[in-house]
């Protein structure tokens, strides 16, 4: 490629980077993460409170027991009234736990209702409006270059995965710094070597995460690649199911999927083992903890250096729950490779610099009158391979252009620089006298009708379809337009009519009918320029015969281009260009070109059943 904005981006965001565009995008929801985490960070604190209160149960509990054990100490010194009896006291401490129990269960519902909202109303949402929005403004080449199964999982699925990064990430990481700085620092209040003890596993955890990410990154990044190929697959062996039948390949389809979708298992198997192996070691370490916490805290409370409720209890609490928060390393870790992975690949496409755009000076020409020319045109799709060259030759306003050529002569290239699908890579294309690329191009297309080979028809009503180029058309502008394009008597036949709802891609209907309604679509716009790309290629003779009709009636005070390989059809162009390995071999009228020797009078003979074996030489152009 000649790196022009086709492909995407061809130096790979650095791993420093990525993050940094995914902490930019957490920021710009930051509203919903710190509310997130003040949430997390209450739930928290309810928790460590609770946590106290049954450590000073305990205490209570075992004072009432054992009149020589030590006092509890109560929180915040406050202390129960002197008229409360032991019943009592548990009591209130017993339903205080459970108030704060059911305070917890009021936020958490809170807590995960908001983070559902901020991700899949919110994130998602608003991401995978702007991949999509980049789409729609990038060019031709770009869909070129990347299959239709690869941006689909782009949009769906790695849309999906970079959410992870905002809550399994920065939400989690946040609320993981909070607890462990909180339950760390009340470890520490109780006992600082106890806390010291126990916590001495944790650079082996944090030794662990750094391996695991090392070896889980591109594990990912090959994951996402196989499922690209996964949806590829399944896309095409969909749309070209009737070749498929109709060659009695489903057997070999149905391996060629299997091996596809066993691709994508192996390499999730993979995955797992990774986790697999890393979680349960991670939690290995941090339950060795808690055979410190037996050995060495059971040996502070049995020669009284540590309460055994508000000490060792709340301790273990604190622990267990420190541990859990160690424990979601884990999953944090795993959700940063998974995010990375795809959203390289998000902000891959929105990266892309569009090839095609207007100018930042752009000339407006709202009306165009359709005098188009070209200057020594050349264009080429890979650097050093041109497929267009040194074109030169003018159409007038109101002229039909017939072009014959033969195949991968150039000419549905010739008619995509046009409308500016892509860009000429040398000389000038002029509309009106101004080059193509100093147009606005919105003012340049909405002046440009197309009519492709494989029309395109929405799963829309009829009348949707022929007013997709102009929604505020009125019926009557719609029914106007069907009727110049010989698609009116058709589409009153039909079920409902114009409020037909069309199957995928127009597949109810016949080519020409399809033909027609594209002609309808592309003439409701009234355009200056008609541009089609043999419109009667795989139609017969009768069809063609109405399309021509349709054609006839469309092209009528427009500038229109015509690519056929049909005799019978050019000799309605006011001017034929020959193409020949992208070179223009021969211009002029059916008849001039009908006298001299050349490709032109060649082609007519071999359809009228009068060919030689080999082709007549090519002249420069008509006598």
């Known amino acids: 490629m000649n790196g022009k904005g086709g492909q995407l981006p061809q130096q790979e965001l650095s791993h420093g980077q990525v993050i940094r565009r995914l902490l930019g995008l957490a920021w710009r929801y930051r ?14 604190g309810i928790g460590v ?26 929180p915040l010194g406050l202390t129960p009234p002197a008229g409360w009896g032991p019943l009592g006291v548990v009591l209130a401490l017993s339903g205080a736990v459970v108030g704060l129990a059911l305070v917890r269960a009021v936020l958490t519902y809170h807590y995960s209702l908001g983070v559902a909202r901020l991700v899949q109303q919110g994130i998602v949402v608003d991401l995978r409006a702007r991949v999509y929005d980049k789409l729609q403004r990038l060019s031709f080449r770009f869909f070129d270059d990347n299959a239709c ?8 699925g790695d849309v999906q995965s970079v959410r992870l990064f905002v809550d399994g990430v920065v939400i989690q990481t946040t609320i993981l710094v909070v607890s462990v700085v909180v339950y760390g620092a009340y470890m520490v209040r109780i006992h600082v070597p106890l806390t010291l003890a126990c916590l001495a596993g944790l650079p082996l955890i944090w030794l662990a995460s750094t391996v695991f990410s090392r070896l889980v990154r591109p594990a990912y990044l090959r994951s996402r690649e196989l499922a690209d190929d996964l949806v590829l697959g399944l896309s095409e062996s969909i749309q070209g199911m009737h ?10 389809q149905r391996a060629s999927f299997a091996a596809a979708n066993r691709a994508v298992r192996e390499q999730k198997r993979r995955i797992f083992w990774l986790v697999t192996c890393y979680a349960p070691g991670v939690e290995l370490l941090s339950q060795c903890n808690l055979m410190v916490l037996l050995g060495y805290g059971g040996w502070l409370v049995i020669h009284g250096r540590l309460p055994l409720g508000t000490g060792l ?35 891959e496409i929105l990266d892309t610099p569009p090839e095609v755009q207007s100018p930042a000076r752009a000339i407006r020409r709202p009306t165009l009158e359709g005098h188009i020319r070209f200057e020594h045109v050349s264009f080429e799709y890979d650097l050093g391979e041109p497929v267009l060259r040194d074109i030169c030759f003018e159409a007038r306003p109101g002229q039909c252009i017939g072009i014959l050529g033969t195949t991968g002569a150039g000419k549905s290239t010739l008619l995509s620089l046009i409308p ?44 949707a379809n022929i007013a997709f180029g102009h929604p505020a058309a ?65 139609v017969d003779a009768e069809t063609e015969g109405e399309i021509l009709d349709a054609i006839d009636s469309a092209r009528q005070g427009r500038t229109t281009f015509l690519v056929t390989h049909r005799i019978s059809v050019l000799r309605r162009a006011d001017l034929i260009v020959v193409l020949h390995r992208g070179r223009v071999v021969q211009t002029g009228t059916h008849d001039q070109l009908m006298r001299v020797k050349g490709h032109y009078r060649h082609t007519a003979r071999l359809q009228a059943g009068e060919g030689t074996a080999m082709p007549e030489p090519a002249a420069g152009g008509a006598p």
């Open 313 to 347: 209890v709340v301790f273990l609490g604190l622990l267990q729950r420190f541990s859990a928060q160690i424990n979601t390393v884990t999953a944090i870790t795993d959700n940063v490779q998974q995010s990375l992975a795809a959203a390289r690949r998000v902000f």
């Open 420 to 463: 500016r699908f892509y860009d000429v890579t040398g000389g000038q294309l002029l509309v009106d006298g101004v080059d193509v690329r100093r147009l606005s191009l919105e003012d340049l297309r909405r002046q440009v009708g197309l009519v492709f080979q494989e029309s395109f028809l929405f799963s829309n009503t009829v009348a």
């Open 149 to 156: 199964g690869t941006l689909i999982n782009r949009v769906t």
């Open 243 to 252: 070749v498929i039948k109709g060659f009695t390949r489903e057997a070999e």
């Open 31 to 44: 509203g919903g993460c710190i509310r997130a985490v003040v949430l997390q960070v209450v739930l928290l």
């Open 474 to 538: 009125t019926r009557a502008q719609v029914e106007q337009a069907a009727r110049q394009a010989c698609a009116h008597d058709f589409v009153s036949r039909l079920p409902r009519g114009y409020d037909t709802v069309l199957g995928e891609g127009g597949a109810d209907l016949s080519g020409g009918q399809r033909q027609r309604l594209a002609i309808a679509r592309a003439i409701l716009l009234s355009p200056a320029i008609l541009l089609l790309d043999d419109p009667t290629a795989a």
């Open 49 to 74: 409170i609770s946590l106290g209160l049954t450590g000073v149960g305990i205490d209570y509990i075992r004072l009432q027991v054992d009149a020589g054990a030590p006092s509890p100490h109560w």
